[in-house]
């Protein structure tokens, strides 16, 4: 399968040779810069295989002064980078370019400083997501956002792609849990945005601009994220379906009621099958769909609440409810749901993980035409979604190896994202666009917002040497679009903290 990209500069490839020397005159030491064509394949893909890109070289600085300097070079002499973390992102967000240097970001990876009673932690964006909880849990924190990832990504690709996690639903997006960063601009210039105590700092939102924005304004060499104390109790109740619209219409009612679990996560047959072999969780077999709603807070209120979502649940047709009596058992029904990706990989040769967002109330009726489409292009469908918040996370099964079959995925896989936005939703919840949802802007977008979300990169970027190819169906030239309007006929962010 082929991917339009930008097409190589010529004239920067002849350059490798040179571009290699002066990196590692930046990044020095063994394996500060790759440029083996073995070597260079490890970083070809991130967890969207389906397009794969070897960089024409790698470079693995180790501070922000090396981070700088790379950039300043690279912005000198017009060569592009793209960054990288852990490379686990689903939309192609870290997918290399031929003529680019890949800028990977794993060796910054330290726990920098803990204040329990601010309850921050200041961290290097190589560092884990489970990392962060591991850091703090002895004294009775957690970090709130959880990918199913958490294990292997990282909280730069988390800043990044704005990623969520089975309780974004009551404690947020990574959006709502960093207090600030640390970035380096495309010429090398360092600045740091937020890092004060409040979630709400005076002035531009530059903070929550750069959160989301998938490497295209700048490389974050540090942030400083939210750290909550652990709930007095947290217990989770298994819920099974005779349908998926059932399911569904039970999301609908919680929320509707008032109540805002922890976590809110559902399952369809299939995927309830492949995380029961796969994790033995003790899901029910014989149900259409599974919901696994978590309470947590005072003892007092989970017992409360749980009854009501019982309630609720037997007037939508429940067939099981099961709630979790000790910790081993609550952790135990959300093994199998943070599974089901690797689970899925079981039953079929490939799979492809969609990401788009619709309002609650239509999910009964979206869960109904995706099976239609499921029909129509002839291929299986595995549900597994954070309901709470309407973020579908359709798994598409296919065969790579069966000619067309790739092509059916992708083309099944636009659809689904083209019903969420003709719903209401839109394309994406936390996976971000990357290339993978780039040719599918303009369906949410009109020319006019995609040509003002354009200007922001050039007010960031105005030479688009920042992983450049991926979000904007069409990049054009900064003097193209004409500058952003600036009230006072400077820079862009003449408030933006420089070092």
């Not at 973390?85 to 990876?109: H, I, K, Q, W, Y």
């Not at 404690?171 to 380096?184: A, H, K, S």
């Not at 099981?320 to 990706?341: D, I, M, N, P, Q």
Request: a negative charge; one cysteine or more.
């Amino acid at each position: 399968m082929s991917l339009k990209m930008p097409p190589p500069d010529q004239a920067v490839l002849a350059r490798r040779g040179e571009i290699a020397a002066a990196l590692r005159a930046i990044v020095p030491g063994d394996g500060g810069v790759i440029d083996d064509a073995k070597a260079l394949r490890v970083y070809e893909s991130d967890g969207l295989t389906a397009y794969r890109q070897p960089p024409m070289l790698v470079t693995l600085p180790q501070t922000t002064d090396q981070v700088s300097r790379v950039l300043k070079w690279c912005h000198a002499n017009n060569v592009k980078i793209v960054p990288r973390g852990s490379g686990t992102s689903l939309s192609g967000g870290a997918l290399p370019l031929e003529d680019a240097v890949l800028l990977g970001m794993a060796r910054f990876n330290k726990v920098l400083h803990i204040d329990y009673e601010d309850r921050l932690a200041v961290v290097q964006p190589g560092v884990t997501n489970l990392g962060v909880t591991k850091a703090v849990e002895g004294a009775g924190f957690y970090y709130a956002p959880d990918p199913s990832s958490q294990i292997a990504c990282s909280i730069g690709g988390n800043v990044a792609e704005n990623s969520g996690g089975v309780h974004c639903l009551k404690y947020g997006l990574t959006t709502n849990n960093v207090l600030g960063i640390e970035m380096v601009l495309m010429d090398g210039e360092i600045v740091r945005l937020g890092g004060g105590r409040a979630l709400d700092p005076a002035g531009l939102d530059l903070l929550g601009l750069v959160v989301g924005s998938e490497g295209l304004l700048g490389v974050v060499t540090e942030v400083t994220v939210r750290i909550l104390p652990k709930p007095e109790t947290a217990r989770a109740v298994l819920i099974g379906f005779p349908t998926v619209e059932s399911a569904g219409q039970c999301v609908a009612e919680v929320i509707a009621s008032g109540i805002i679990p922890a976590g809110m996560e559902m399952m369809d047959r299939p995927a309830i099958h492949a995380a029961e072999a796969f994790v033995r969780a003790g899901y029910p077999l014989d149900v259409e769909a599974l919901l696994i709603v978590e309470l947590d807070g005072p003892s007092a209120e989970c017992d409360h609440l749980i009854g009501e979502v019982e309630a609720i649940a037997n007037q939508n047709g429940a067939m099981s409810c099961r709630v979790s009596t000790t910790e081993a058992e609550r952790l135990a029904f959300w093994a199998g749901r943070k599974a089901a990706f690797p689970a899925v990989g079981r039953i079929s040769p490939d799979y492809y993980c969609m990401d788009g967002t619709i309002p609650r109330r239509r999910l009964p009726e979206v869960l109904r035409r995706m099976e239609e489409l499921s029909q129509t292009h002839g291929l299986r469908v595995a549900n597994v979604f954070h309901a709470g918040d309407g973020n579908l996370h359709p798994l598409i099964l296919y065969d790579a190896n069966q000619p067309g079959q790739l092509d059916r995925a992708e083309a099944f896989g636009s659809d689904i994202l083209k019903l969420c936005v003709e719903v209401g939703g839109v394309l994406t919840g936390e996976h971000g666009v990357g290339v993978e949802k780039r040719d599918l802007m303009p369906v949410m977008f009109t020319e006019t917002d995609l040509a003002h979300q354009q200007r922001v990169k050039c007010a960031f970027d105005p030479q688009l040497l920042l992983n450049p190819g991926k979000v904007f169906p069409t990049l054009h030239r900064c003097a193209e679009l004409g500058r952003m309007h600036i009230h006072n006929g400077k820079v862009p962010f003449p408030d933006l903290p420089r070092f």
